[in-house]
């Protein structure tokens, strides 16, 4: 690993004396972040939307098909039938209640890995900033600051891909970083340990220890490899979330639970309501079965739906302070 570090993974600041370099393409990771929601709290209208995913639409169109069909056989084809859908809702209020809290403890769950993501990836961008600012007196020279550097965002954009089992790709990556030192780092089990690995060797190799940067050759390791070591735990971290979904038996419970009562909601409101009972269960159906989909989208934080973390735009900000670093 040192032997191929020897020459810095850094070009020069600039591209042919006038345009700035970049570690990523500004172009592609703007149309990225675009497909993730954003809104103003302050607006009603930003956050009153109604949207049918695939997911929601299949059960939910077979459950209005299933009142509506009921509610021509008892009504229209055969009124003799109406006992059998005027029963007592009682039953169906105790259910919805227990319903209810199973439904807040799935969205809370669902929350709180969506929520340790957002701190996992704040944990590895702050450390990368506080690396790219404080470890530059410390390094013997500016090519073995901007390796370590280089690494380091080479390491948040492994990391991205990493975490959504996707190669990472060459249109995404700027001037400053090489596609063979990111292919040369993808060959590992686990990419983003593999540059922690990298950045060690730079920090380990390139630390000040002539005179009386002697002195302090100890604190500043310490230093980065502590922050290093920081980072390397938020991989653990996110692999967790990536690798842990939420138990089986728990979901299978809670949707055959909520498609039971839901189906058997019509035996209670077609003969009190009649033809008032389709557009009912259509509601109500599509507000229980909207709370599963949203859980579901955002227990898994790392990938690119809309409500997920927009990881792009924390590695432009992680880009923007490196390159700060290297320019001062």
Same mark, same amino acid.
């Given at each position: 690993?040192?032997?191929?570090?020897?020459?810095?993974?850094?070009?020069?600041?600039?591209?042919?004396?006038?345009? +700035?370099?970049?570690?990523?393409?500004?172009?592609?990771?703007?149309?990225?972040?675009?497909?993730?929601?954003?809104?103003?709290?302050?607006?009603?209208?930003?956050?009153?939307?109604?949207?049918?995913?695939?997911?929601?639409?299949?059960?939910?169109?077979?459950?209005?098909?299933?009142?509506?069909?009921? *509610?021509?056989?008892?009504?229209?084809?055969?009124?003799?039938?109406?006992?059998?859908?005027?029963?007592?809702?009682?039953?169906?209020? =105790?259910?919805?209640?227990?319903?209810?809290?199973?439904?807040?403890?799935?969205?809370?769950?669902?929350?709180?890995?969506?929520?340790? #993501?957002?701190?996992?990836?704040?944990? =590895?961008?702050?450390?990368?900033?506080?690396?790219?600012?404080?470890?530059?007196?410390?390094? $013997?020279?500016?090519?073995?600051?901007?390796?370590?550097?280089?690494?380091?965002?080479?390491?948040?954009?492994?990391? $991205?891909?990493?975490?959504?089992?996707?190669?990472?790709?060459?249109?995404?990556? #700027?001037?400053?970083?090489?596609?063979?030192?990111?292919?040369?780092?993808?060959?590992?089990?686990?990419?983003?340990?593999?540059?922690?690995?990298?950045?060690?060797?730079? =920090?380990?190799?390139?630390?000040?220890?002539? #005179?009386?940067?002697?002195?302090?050759?100890?604190?500043?390791?310490?230093?980065? *490899?502590?922050?290093?070591?920081?980072?390397?735990?938020?991989?653990?971290?996110?692999?967790?979330? $990536?690798?842990? +979904?939420? +138990?089986? #038996?728990?979901?299978?419970?809670?949707?055959?639970?909520?498609?039971?009562?839901?189906?058997?909601?019509?035996?209670?409101?077609?003969?009190?309501?009649?033809?008032?009972? +389709?557009?009912?269960?259509?509601?109500?159906?599509?507000?229980?079965?909207?709370?599963? *989909?949203?859980?579901?989208?955002?227990?898994?934080?790392?990938?690119?739906?809309?409500?997920?973390?927009?990881?792009?735009?924390?590695?432009?900000?992680?880009?923007?302070?490196?390159?700060?670093?290297? $320019?001062?």
């Amino acid at each position: 690993m040192a032997k191929c570090l020897q020459a810095p993974l850094l070009q020069d600041i600039t591209v042919n004396g006038v345009q +700035p370099a970049r570690f990523l393409s500004e172009a592609h990771y703007r149309q990225e972040l675009a497909k993730y929601r954003r809104y103003d709290p302050s607006n009603w209208w930003d956050t009153l939307h109604l949207h049918a995913s695939s997911f929601l639409l299949k059960p939910w169109l077979m459950l209005i098909s299933f009142t509506i069909f009921l *509610t021509k056989l008892c009504k229209d084809w055969n009124p003799e039938l109406l006992p059998m859908v005027s029963l007592n809702p009682m039953v169906h209020t =105790v259910m919805g209640s227990a319903l209810s809290f199973i439904i807040v403890f799935r969205t809370n769950a669902a929350y709180s890995r969506w929520w340790e #993501g957002r701190l996992l990836w704040g944990q =590895v961008s702050n450390n990368i900033r506080s690396i790219a600012c404080r470890a530059k007196p410390m390094m $013997k020279s500016k090519a073995d600051f901007e390796t370590l550097i280089s690494q380091l965002v080479s390491f948040a954009v492994i990391l $991205k891909n990493f975490v959504r089992n996707e190669p990472t790709r060459v249109e995404e990556l #700027g001037q400053l970083l090489q596609p063979h030192s990111l292919a040369r780092y993808s060959k590992s089990a686990n990419p983003p340990l593999e540059v922690m690995a990298a950045c060690s060797v730079t =920090v380990r190799e390139g630390i000040k220890t002539d #005179g009386r940067d002697a002195y302090m050759a100890n604190a500043s390791f310490q230093t980065l *490899t502590s922050a290093l070591d920081v980072m390397a735990q938020a991989v653990g971290g996110m692999e967790r979330i $990536k690798n842990t +979904p939420t +138990p089986y #038996g728990y979901i299978a419970t809670l949707r055959t639970f909520i498609l039971l009562w839901l189906s058997t909601m019509p035996f209670t409101l077609i003969g009190p309501f009649g033809w008032v009972a +389709p557009a009912a269960i259509a509601l109500l159906s599509f507000l229980f079965l909207n709370l599963e *989909t949203m859980a579901m989208e955002i227990e898994q934080p790392f990938g690119d739906d809309r409500d997920d973390l927009p990881i792009e735009a924390y590695l432009l900000n992680i880009e923007s302070a490196c390159l700060d670093a290297i $320019k001062q």
